[in-house]
């Protein structure tokens, strides 16, 4: 059973920075893609960011494009998100996810969420 | 990049059935598309993908109330047997090369 469990969210001041932790177990994590998906209080999800299986390729969303980097450690079947220059409008529950495919294909699993509250 | 619009929202009766409507932008009618419940303070669960040819396949352990199927650029989920637990978010998602979508969603409410 795929497991994915989310870490490090938590309140930061405008400015600051946060690093995600994911942990993945349940299946061959090195094989699959994965995903950051966010959501605003009230609002509908948001994709942030995909990296590829061996973590060769990255995409961004538009929002956080050179503000966060996703990486991953294979060797800990751990994915991560390093946030900085954090902005009111990135306050979100962050979940991990997981790709169909190496780096393609839809959603087929998801973490229980990390809430991120960027604050003034 | 592709853009997906759902339906309003929806509310049906417990026990009877509802199809929710995802419909892709123009020039990607083509795409596949998957289907996720998010219930009120929970995390996302992905239910099923939809393919342009009506063909679908449900996630682990998801009830075979739920169903999918297309027609053009439209992609349906249909949910039968309406329980109380299907009271919920349902969002659909697609990806095209380097970026992933997903709709607003629709809230289902069961009377």
Redesign the interface.
């Known amino acids: 059973e795929v497991q994915l469990v989310e870490s490090g969210g938590g309140l930061v001041q405008t400015g600051g920075s946060l690093r995600l932790s994911c942990a993945a177990s349940g299946f061959t994590f090195s094989t699959y893609g994965m995903s950051w998906v966010r959501q605003a209080p009230g609002k509908g999800l948001e994709w942030v960011s995909v990296i590829s299986g061996k973590g060769e390729t990255t995409y961004y969303a538009d929002s956080v494009m050179g503000r966060f980097t996703i990486s991953r450690d294979n060797s800990k079947d751990t994915l991560y998100m390093q946030m900085n220059s954090l902005r009111g409008e990135d306050t979100a529950v962050y979940y991990c996810a997981k790709t169909l495919r190496y780096i393609s294909g839809w959603i087929d699993s998801w973490g229980q969420g990390t809430l991120v509250t960027v604050s003034s | 990049q592709p853009v997906l619009t759902h339906s309003s929202s929806a509310s049906a009766s417990l026990g009877s059935s509802v199809k929710l409507t995802c419909t892709l932008s123009s020039g990607h009618s083509h795409y ?3 289907w ?1 419940q ?1 219930q009120p303070g929970k ?4 239910l099923m ?1 939809v393919e342009g040819s009506g063909n679908y396949n449900r ?1 682990s352990g998801v009830p075979d109330r739920f169903s999918g199927s297309s027609s053009g650029a439209d992609r349906y989920l249909t949910i039968s047997n309406l329980q109380s637990e299907d009271e919920a ?1 349902y ?1 659909c ?3 095209d090369s ?8 629709t809230k289902l409410t069961v009377l």
Do not use: L, M
């Open positions: 596949i598309i998957a996720h998010q995390a996302p669960r992905y993908k996630g978010d969002y998602e697609t990806w380097n970026t992933w979508v997903f709709g607003g969603g």
